[in-house]
């Protein structure tokens, strides 16, 4: 399965646009990336997907370079309520069925 | 419409005793997953199920742990004996499939189990 790294923790501030970078240098050709929000005492909450270049939803962007190595997940204009851990994951189609693993997450603070 | 239901909520046991816990995943969904969040920790994978079989229990941390899915619906995770290390909030999500599909899971909110 592709591991993916990304910062432990961002702080923002309110208003401010934040990108949160996520590492995958073995992933695979077959493999999607999603992105997941948890707000403390819930579960995670699915954001956004994409497989390459931009995606764009209701919520966030996600730009993905050609080579596939990465990813950025772009929040415009953060408010406090976007104070959450955002995970990165990929290999979605891994071994022939969906094992989905979560790495540690990047924890955002948004700042008044 | 209705979401991925977990119970109970919060779930205080004594040290030794067994536990229940239970997922009711949306409707249609075949594939089901639980996982462990210790606090402040990332989601730690436990087992997998699609429909009633679970080709992947690699997670369950000792044969303490068990998980059954019936009817391809309801789901329950199962500790015997539990320890003081097993408190932490377990998670339940579904998927629509589970083979060679990108879906994204649907989470549940969690049972916060506290063992004394």
């Known amino acids: 399965l592709a591991k993916t790294t990304q910062p432990i923790s961002m702080d923002s501030y309110e208003g401010q646009e934040v990108n949160i970078t996520c590492s995958h240098n073995?992933?695979?050709?077959?493999?999607?990336i999603t992105w997941y929000q948890q707000f403390p005492s819930q579960g995670p909450r699915f954001i956004i997907q994409?497989?390459?270049t931009k995606v764009t939803n209701e919520v966030a962007s996600l730009f993905i370079p050609a080579d596939r190595k990465s990813s950025t997940l772009s929040l415009p204009r953060v408010s406090l309520s976007d104070t959450a851990v955002y995970y990165c994951?990929?290999?979605?189609?891994?071994?022939?069925?969906?094992?989905?693993?979560f790495g540690t997450g990047t924890k955002l603070q948004v700042i008044p | 419409g209705a979401g991925v239901s977990q119970s109970p909520s919060n779930k205080v046991t004594e040290k030794g005793k067994d536990v229940e816990l239970r997922c009711d995943p949306i409707?249609?969904?075949?594939?089901l997953y639980w996982y462990r969040q210790s606090l402040g920790q990332g989601l730690e994978f436990l087992i997998y199920?699609?429909?009633?079989?679970?080709?992947?229990k690699s997670g369950l941390p000792s044969d303490r742990f068990s998980a059954e899915r019936t009817g391809g619906s309801v789901s329950t995770l199962t500790i015997q004996r539990t320890q003081q290390e097993d408190s932490a909030v377990y998670l339940c999500?579904?998927?629509?499939?589970?083979?060679?599909?990108?879906?994204?899971?649907?989470f549940g909110n969690g049972t916060r189990l506290t063992v004394t």
């Open positions: 199920f699609q429909g009633n079989s679970a080709p992947d």
């Open positions: 994409g497989y390459k």
């Open positions: 999500a579904s998927s629509p499939m589970g083979r060679s599909d990108n879906s994204p899971l649907h």
């Open positions: 409707s249609g969904h075949t594939a």
């Open positions: 994951l990929v290999g979605l189609n891994s071994g022939g069925y969906q094992k989905v693993t």
């Open positions: 073995n992933i695979a050709t077959n493999d999607y």
